[in-house]
Each structure stands twice: as structure tokens, then as C-alpha cells.
């Protein structure tokens, strides 16, 4: 009963639009003061103790090391990498949008990041270029799901903490799944590009000598992603100080080699990590209050009896959660959603036979798409709101791209192996 009504206080307070970690704690108060049974001085012990884990300082690190990259000319150089080798492929620049979203990818973790930094590049580029501008940012909106899923990952980290599960296993997991987003996000725009339904030029071939200069100049930019996968699967370093690594690797490259750091690029870029890591950890605070009432009522329990009275067939519950998480994604942001369905729908596939290594992918993936998805696209906020292109406008221009987006989420979710045969192979 009490779990019934936290989580309807939680949807509640959430459509008043009030932010969600408070709507997280303003529903947990009211239930710990009618259930009478927990003293309200423990709220802020257990909001401590959900930050109180090692393991979370790899998340203000990556995403230190995104903004690093986006004022010291690290985007820029991947940009410019992407589009001397992918350049001439049929749907050119939209094709260097995605291959330099993977790049990208596997320094900062952060679908924002992308967005927000590459993204400033590669819709100006487009647009320069004679590229349709919405086109150009669904692309850009599109391929920065990417993110998230290769490694390093910060929704990947906040996943593996909440399901006790390896921070080094779950990263792996997302490797071969988000370069599978890439490809047929890749396919996708080869397909549009020759149907011509949008102007995508191609450019001039570029020479042999600028081939090499994109390649020395972007060299520094690509061994990152290496180093901080290999040292994570060799194990010479955590995912939490691979998080140091990277903010230390983009500050000497970006101050040294490129030369475009000054004091107050990076009195900027601490200051807005500061905000963001100081946004996901008291969220994760918060979510520990809601996780503990949830755990306690059993209401993982009550969801797995009501999905096994619906149907016995696994692959028809696993549709029905992906249907669920796609809604869920539809109105909450990735992390904060993160923290509030795990400790509720962990149980229900572990009961079903489902790893969780597997489900986290398959969870971030779902969630991700969100991120372009009305009416909380958060993504779509971001973009709209740099390219002064309407909500409205960039939302349908988006929609297409959940044809590529959807059947990768339909392989991960009924090919398990595409999650596990990288982690059963390193790690077993």
C-alpha cells in the first residue's frame, strides 16, 4: 500500500513540474510520516549514504573530461579526423556527424556533452555545407545516444553501483552495442542520402596532405578512447581513476598539444562539471530514499506477478518492459529514471532469467532514446535551444531516426550475446 502510494505522490508532485530529486524526496517524507515506522532524522542518512560510493567519482571525472574537450579543440580535431576518412560516403557530412559521435563516445560518456559540444561543430558544418539544418540536427541528436552506451558511460557507472554488478563488466557490455547504434545509424542516413529526400552534398575528396594533417592532428584525440578501454579491461586501472585519466589526458592535449586552453576556458569548463556532477549526485541521493520504500514493499515482487498473470512467454515480457522503459524515457531523464527502476524492475528479470549486465544495456538503450523523444526529449531542448530551430520542428525531423534507433534496441533486447560475449570473453 505505502509502495503504491510514494510512487503516486512521485508521478504526482513530477506533473506539477517540480524537479524531480525533489519530487523524489517530497513523496518519500510523506509516506516515512504516515508510515511512522522510520524517524524522519534518517532522510538525511540515507540520502549520505546513496552518494557514499567510490565507485560515483568516475562520474563528475568523465564528465570533467567532456567538457575539457568541447573548450580545449579536442571536438573540433575529431570532427575534422571523422571527415577525412567518411567524408565521401554517400550522406557525407551526416556520416562524419555519427563516426565522430563514436570517437566522441569513448572519452566522455555523455550524450549531453556530445550534443552540446561536438554537436555546435558538425550542425554548423552541415549547415555551411548546404545540408537541410533540422536534418542536420536530428543527426546530431541521433548519434549522441551513442555516448552513453560505448565506453566510458556514465549512466552505465550509476547502473552498475545500484545493481551491485562490475563497473569494468558493465562498460564492456556497451561497446559492441553502441558501435551496432552507430552502423545503423550509418546505414539509415545511406539510405536517405540516395533516396534523395533530403541535400546531402559530398565534398571535395580531400588531398593525401590533408589527409595526413586530420590524422596528426586528431591522433591525440583518438588514442584516448584506446587507453581508457584497454587500461579498464587489462585492469591497470578502475573506471573511477580511468575518469582521472581522461580529465588529466584532455587538459595536457588540449594545453599543450593544441594549445587552445587558457585560465578561463577552464575556469568555465569546472564550473559547469561542478553543476552537473553536483545535479546527478544529489538525484542520487534523493533516489535512495524512493529505492528504500520500493525495496521494502516488494513492489518488484507485485510487478513480476503481474507480468507472469499477463503472459509465461519471456519474449513477450520483454516487450512489454521495453514498451514500458520506452515511456518511462519519454518523460524522465536517463540517470534520474535509472535510479527509480532499478530497484523495481531488477528483480522482475532476474526472476525471468534475464542477466543484469545484459538488462543494464538494455535499459540504457531504452532510455536513451528518450533523449530525443517528446515531451521531455531533454536533447531536443538542448539543440533547439542553440540552433533556434522550435520544439515542434526539430521533434518531427527526429522521428524518422527511431527506424534505426528501434531495431538495434530489438537485436540487444533477443540477441543477449551482442551485451555478453565481449564481458564472457575478458572477464570469465
Known amino acids: 500500500m505505502l509502495g503504491l502510494l510514494v510512487l503516486s505522490l512521485f508521478c504526482l508532485v513530477l506533473l506539477l513540474r517540480v524537479p524531480v530529486s525533489a519530487s523524489m524526496i517530497i513523496a ?9 515506522d522510520v524517524p524522519l532524522v534518517a532522510i538525511p542518512q540515507f540520502i549520505t549514504a546513496g552518494m ?4 560515483l567519482l568516475a562520474v563528475p ?41 563514436i570517437i566522441f563516445a569513448g572519452i566522455s560518456g555523455s550524450a549531453l556533452a556530445d550534443a552540446a559540444g561536438l554537436g555546435r561543430v558538425e550542425i554548423k558544418a552541415m549547415s555551411d555545407a548546404g545540408y537541410d539544418r533540422e536534418f542536420a540536427s536530428a543527426v546530431t541528436l541521433a548519434s549522441c545516444i551513442v555516448g552513453p552506451i560505448i565506453p566510458p558511460s556514465i549512466i552505465l557507472i550509476v547502473y552498475a553501483i545500484l545493481a551491485q554488478a562490475s563497473v569494468g563488466s558493465m562498460l564492456i557490455a556497451g561497446l559492441i552495442p553502441g558501435l551496432l547504434l552507430g552502423f545503423m545509424l550509418m546505414i539509415y542516413v545511406y539510405f536517405v542520402a540516395r533516396s534523395g529526400r533530403y541535400s546531402c552534398p559530398i565534398g571535395p575528396k580531400p588531398t593525401r596532405r590533408e589527409l595526413v594533417r586530420y590524422l596528426w ?24 581513476e580511468a575518469g582521472l585519466i581522461a580529465c588529466l589526458y584532455s587538459f595536457i592535449i588540449s594545453t599543450f598539444i593544441y594549445r587552445e586552453m587558457t585560465f578561463k576556458k577552464l575556469v568555465g569548463a569546472l564550473k559547469n562539471a561542478l553543476l552537473s556532477s553536483g545535479m546527478i549526485m544529489f538525484l ?43 515511456f518511462v524515457g519519454c518523460l524522465i531523464e536517463g540517470v534520474p529514471a535509472i535510479l527509480i527502476l532499478v530497484p523495481v524492475l531488477l528483480p522482475v528479470v532476474e526472476g525471468i532469467g534475464i542477466s543484469p549486465i545484459h538488462f543494464g544495456v538494455l535499459l540504457s538503450l531504452n532510455l536513451l532514446i528518450g533523449i530525443i523523444t517528446p515531451p521531455m526529449g531533454v536533447g531536443l531542448f538542448v539543440v533547439s535551444n542553440y540552433t533556434g530551430i522550435s520544439f515542434e520542428r526539430l ?34
Request: charged share 10%.
Open 217 to 240: 592532428e586528431g591522433l591525440p584525440a583518438l588514442v584516448a578512447p584506446a587507453i581508457i578501454v584497454i587500461g579498464i579491461v587489462s585492469g591497470v586501472f578502475t573506471p573511477t
Open 61 to 101: 571525472f568523465f564528465i570533467l573530461a567532456a567538457e575539457l574537450m568541447n573548450v580545449g579543440g579536442m571536438t573540433e580535431r575529431i570532427f575534422r579526423l571523422a571527415l577525412g576518412f567518411v567524408g565521401r560516403v554517400p550522406g557525407g557530412l551526416a556520416q562524419v556527424n555519427i563516426v565522430a559521435s
Open 395 to 428: 521533434t518531427r525531423a527526429c522521428l524518422p531516426f527511431l527506424i534505426p534507433l528501434l531495431i538495434t534496441l530489438g537485436i540487444v533486447t533477443y540477441v543477449p550475446q551482442v551485451s555478453l560475449c565481449l564481458v564472457e570473453a575478458i572477464f570469465k
Open 52 to 55: 557514499d560510493s567510490f565507485e
Open 28 to 36: 518519500s517524507l510523506v509516506v516515512f510520516i504516515i508510515g511512522g
Open 284 to 326: 542520487i541521493g534523493a533516489a535512495t530514499l524512493l529505492a528504500h520504500i520500493v525495496t521494502r514493499e516488494q513492489i518488484a515482487m507485485q510487478i513480476a506477478q503481474m507480468l507472469g498473470a499477463l503472459t509465461k512467454q519471456v519474449w513477450l515480457q520483454l516487450l512489454l518492459i521495453n514498451v514500458f522503459l520506452l
